[in-house]
């Protein structure tokens, strides 16, 4: 009888086991980075607005069956593939006064937790590299759905991604003193961001 009992208990621990791993597995999902963009704005004499965007960008969500609850997200950002559509000024961005792209090639961004604050609507806490300084930051991310490409057959994810950064927090522009008058300290970043698993599936 114990050992029909051990035998038994031995096969449900199994059983839970397995469950958990397999539920636990996460799928990597890749940016696609020519159907996704990443942009910002900031305020200009506090009447005016600055845009631009982000060109060179790669990234990859790892989630399981759960969805965006239990995600890790990460990306990195290019500094010196800034584009605000002038060049001149596109090149003082890329110096010691602001970005200093030399010293600081990349912005990064690695997810710490995810907060539900609705059925599609999540909160992002992670940290952000930027200017060489780390300053922890949280996204608000807004899952769109998903849906398999006709031709490539794989599935998409789109999200869409908003969230403010203190530029004085990272000294970008500190250094250069016109930009405290001229520059708000409040960046907005926007982003749709698709994504497909690299297995298709």
Same mark, same amino acid.
């Given at each position: 009888?114990?050992?029909?009992? %051990?035998?038994?208990?031995?096969?449900?621990?199994?059983?839970?086991?397995?469950?958990?791993?397999?539920?636990?597995?996460?799928?990597?999902?890749?940016?696609?980075? =020519?159907?996704?963009?990443?942009?910002?704005?900031?305020?200009?004499?506090?009447?005016?607005?600055?845009?631009?965007?982000?060109?060179?960008?790669?990234?990859?969500?790892?989630?399981?069956?759960?969805?965006?609850?239990?995600?890790?997200?990460?990306?990195?950002?290019?500094?010196?593939?800034? =584009? %605000?559509?002038? !060049?001149?000024? !596109?090149? @003082?961005?890329?110096?010691? !006064?602001?970005? =200093?792209?030399?010293?600081?090639?990349?912005?990064?961004?690695?997810?710490?937790?995810?907060?539900?604050?609705?059925?599609?609507?999540?909160?992002?806490?992670?940290?952000?590299?930027?200017? #060489?300084?780390?300053?922890?930051?949280?996204?608000?991310?807004? =899952?769109?759905?998903?849906?398999?490409?006709?031709?490539?057959?794989?599935?998409?994810?789109?999200?869409?991604?908003?969230?403010?950064?203190?530029?004085?927090? @990272?000294?970008? #522009?500190?250094?250069? #003193?016109?930009?405290?008058?001229?520059?708000?300290?409040?960046?907005?970043?926007?982003?749709?961001?698709?994504?497909?698993?690299?297995? #298709?599936?």
């Amino acid at each position: 009888m114990r050992i029909a009992w %051990t035998k038994y208990l031995s096969i449900v621990l199994f059983i839970i086991f397995y469950h958990h791993t397999s539920y636990a597995q996460k799928t990597n999902w890749a940016i696609d980075k =020519n159907h996704s963009c990443i942009s910002f704005e900031i305020s200009y004499f506090g009447i005016g607005t600055v845009k631009g965007a982000f060109d060179e960008f790669e990234g990859n969500l790892q989630m399981d069956e759960s969805g965006l609850k239990e995600a890790d997200f990460s990306l990195k950002i290019q500094a010196s593939s800034i =584009n %605000t559509n002038q !060049d001149q000024r !596109d090149e @003082h961005l890329r110096s010691k !006064d602001f970005f =200093n792209v030399t010293e600081n090639p990349e912005i990064e961004f690695t997810s710490k937790s995810v907060n539900q604050v609705s059925e599609d609507n999540y909160q992002v806490k992670g940290m952000l590299l930027l200017g #060489g300084i780390s300053k922890e930051i949280v996204l608000n991310v807004t =899952n769109k759905g998903s849906f398999v490409h006709p031709r490539f057959k794989k599935t998409v994810t789109v999200l869409d991604v908003d969230c403010l950064v203190m530029r004085e927090a @990272h000294e970008i #522009g500190t250094a250069y #003193g016109p930009a405290s008058k001229a520059l708000g300290k409040e960046v907005k970043l926007t982003a749709q961001i698709q994504l497909s698993t690299e297995s #298709g599936k």
